[in-house]
């Protein structure tokens, strides 16, 4: 397949830095959308993967799957979108289109697996991987691309195509609503869109931080409460109380301590991916009913329905732009839970710069 060469962002290895590199887009087929990248968010799966925690990551790994841009050419055989529209793609381009879960919208949990935006095998340049969204542009078929709501602003609307979809697929399953209290664990990029995703479903909110600075913060983005904690006798007044938990957590934790917020028959979903594994005690469980699970992102039509739903309440994620050449200093400072909420890359930087 024809290809074109493209400046990107990338590591070679899984303690290398992030620098700039050159890789193929294939030349867009009748089927494909050809992006040029405005704006990327800064997921921390972008650093899990690009440090290959997630076991063996396919080098070198251009991350970034919350990708925001412009329509500059279609094939002939696009019918949804045409030059200059302005798009969306986040964690996949592509799936089986054929089992169940595809037929369904569920193609995150597709049989043989999703192709996702970075770091998967690419069907249409066999041997090599997908690159992601730290780069100038993108080829995408036309089914895995998102339109954007036009009231929101692009580079804060970015965030949405990962953290957003994360946490709205979740709190729309198990039902989240007026009637329901709500925790959300670990204030990040994906717990602010938590917050706000959930407070405009109508739920009361509890925001669980373990950064002082994010107390008053966490009200500003919808909390109704905020708890500390770290603090045992904050946690113990919420023993019980909660119908659902969403754990955004991206490092180990005790995730007993959050099990036991439960009401009977209460769920507590898990979309923070840790490295290691988390130890759940039997009881945790066992009294109370109570169910632990997890959930990836969320399907295409539920992404497009999770923008519009952002489009209609005005959510968007509060970001803190960047340019390309920063991005090993972001991921630093993502460690450290330095950021309010997301990084996003203000992608004009690649082209201006060589660095
Ligand atoms: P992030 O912006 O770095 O936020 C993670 C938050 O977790 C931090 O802000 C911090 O919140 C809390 N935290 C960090 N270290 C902690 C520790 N040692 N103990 C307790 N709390 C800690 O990350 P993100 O981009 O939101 O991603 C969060 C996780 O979700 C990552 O593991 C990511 O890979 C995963 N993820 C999963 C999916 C999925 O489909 N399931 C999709 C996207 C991302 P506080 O300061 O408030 O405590
Ligand atoms: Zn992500
Ligand atoms: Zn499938």
Redesign the pocket.
């Known amino acids: 397949m024809e290809t074109t060469a493209i400046k990107a962002y990338g590591n070679e290895a899984a303690d290398a830095q992030l620098t700039q590199l050159n890789i193929n887009r294939r030349k867009p087929t009748p089927h494909d959308v050809a992006i040029e990248i405005l704006f990327c968010g800064v ?3 972008d650093l ?1 993967t690009a440090r290959s925690e997630w076991g063996p990551t396919i080098y070198p790994c251009v991350p970034g799957h919350e990708i925001v841009g412009k329509v500059v050419s279609v094939g002939d055989h696009v019918s949804k979108f045409k030059v200059g529209d302005v798009v969306g793609v986040g ?1 996949m381009v592509d799936s089986c289109r054929e089992c169940e879960y595809c037929k369904e919208g569920l193609e995150q949990y597709c049989e043989p697996g999703m192709t996702g935006t970075y770091n998967s095998p690419d069907k249409n340049l066999p041997g090599n991987p997908t690159f992601g969204g730290y780069s100038e542009s993108i080829v995408v078929d036309e089914n895995y691309v998102l339109h954007i709501p036009e009231n929101l602003d692009l580079a804060a609307t970015a965030p949405l195509l ?2 957003g979809i ?1 946490t709205y697929s979740p709190l729309h399953h198990w039902n989240v609503g007026p009637d329901k209290k709500v925790g959300i664990v ?6 602010h869109m938590g917050i706000k995703i959930a407070k405009a479903m109508g739920a009361h909110v509890v925001a ?4 002082e600075s ?1 107390f008053a913060e966490a009200k500003r983005l919808g909390a109704d409460e905020v708890v500390l ?1 770290k603090d045992a006798e904050q946690m113990a007044a919420f023993r019980g109380k909660l119908h659902f938990v969403l754990d ?6 005790d995730i007993n301590a959050y099990l036991s917020l439960l009401r009977v028959d209460g769920s507590l979903a898990l ?4 490295e290691h594994p988390l130890p759940v005690a039997a009881f945790s469980l066992i009294v109370g009913r109570k169910s632990f699970a ?4 969320g399907g295409i039509q539920e992404t497009q329905e999770m923008l519009d739903f952002c489009g209609k309440h005005n959510i968007t994620a509060d970001i803190e732009m960047i340019d390309i050449q920063n991005i090993n200093q972001a991921y630093d400072r ?1 460690l450290k ?1 330095d ?1 309010n ?2 990084f996003v890359i203000d992608m004009i930087s690649l082209k201006n710069k060589n660095v």
Request: charged share 10%; hydrophobic share 35%; proline share 3%.
């Open positions: 997921c921390h799966s899990h964690c990962c953290a994360t670990g204030i990040g990029g994906l717990g669980f931080t373990t950064s994010k904690s955004a957590v991206s490092a180990e934790h979309v923070g991916a840790p997890g959930s990836a992102i993502l839970g950021v909420y997301r």
